[in-house]
């Protein structure tokens, strides 16, 4: 993973009660022997990690699941996921978490292009945080809180070359970020990949870059990776 962009956690009379955002899919990498998996996460009070997930390994195309890791001690999770659907570069993947007051779970809705493909419902405690930090762009990101918390700007950290700015008109009801762009990361010389060298650079190691959408493992229960990812959606260590 490179740069996070990382929210959380929320203020501690409120949580993060729905939150929605907009992939709009790139063409599969080259040069990687591993799976690029792009997604928007939220850790929760269970230490749970609700992950919408946009996967590719070694094809041009994509698999769109909703996924989410359970916890099942202090240092593992194991992961849940409904069916997978193939998309397409320049689908627009739009990954929706709502919590539910009845049966006190958080619901993904995972659409292509507006149309509702998969959805995935799990009892997680309440979401503390919101991020992402593999190389792509977010954009309609939109994050309501349960209470308004006004403080919750405070809360935002951007990696090198990341932007996007949470930004609110309700006193911290509801935040908005028009549009957040993560880029590539060389981990072998500890900066940022352009556009322009990024075409020499995705054809090193998956371990050694994040390039063309870095490559993780989604299937990971446990581990460095699993926890780095529920520290960046607000989840603490």
């Avoid at 591993?34 to 939220?42: C, D, K, P, Q, T």
């Avoid at 779970?105 to 997680?124: E, F, P, R």
């Avoid at 556009?195 to 959408?213: E, G, M, N, R, V």
Wanted: aromatic share 8%; with cysteine; glycine share 10%.
């Amino acid at each position: 993973m490179g740069p996070a962009f990382s929210t959380g956690p929320v203020a501690s009379n409120s949580f993060i009660r729905e939150a929605t955002s907009t992939l709009i899919l790139p063409k599969g990498p080259t040069g990687s022997s591993g799976v690029a998996s792009l997604w928007v996460g939220m850790g929760t009070s269970k230490g749970d990690l609700i992950q919408s997930i946009a996967d590719n390994w070694q094809s041009p195309n994509w698999a769109i699941f909703a996924y989410t890791l359970l916890s099942t001690s202090p240092t593992s999770q194991m992961p849940v996921q409904s069916d997978s659907t193939t998309a397409y570069a320049g689908d627009q993947i739009t990954m929706h978490y709502k919590y539910d007051d009845a049966s006190k779970n958080y619901t993904q809705y995972v659409s292509i292009n507006g149309n509702l493909v998969h959805t995935l419902s799990t009892n997680d405690g309440f979401a503390l945080g919101w991020g992402s930090a593999v190389e792509c762009a977010w954009i309609n990101t939109v994050i309501t809180m349960d209470v308004a918390d006004p403080n919750y700007k405070n809360t935002l950290a951007k990696g090198q070359g990341v932007t996007g700015d949470l930004v609110t008109s309700d006193g911290g009801k509801t935040w908005t970020v028009s549009k957040i762009s993560i880029p590539g990361f060389d981990f072998s010389t500890g900066k940022i990949v352009t556009a322009s060298s990024a075409a020499t650079t995705t054809a090193k190691t998956t371990s050694k870059t994040t390039t063309a959408a870095a490559a993780t493992t989604t299937a990971s229960s446990s581990g460095a990776g699993t926890a780095a990812r529920w520290a960046q959606c607000g989840g603490k260590l």
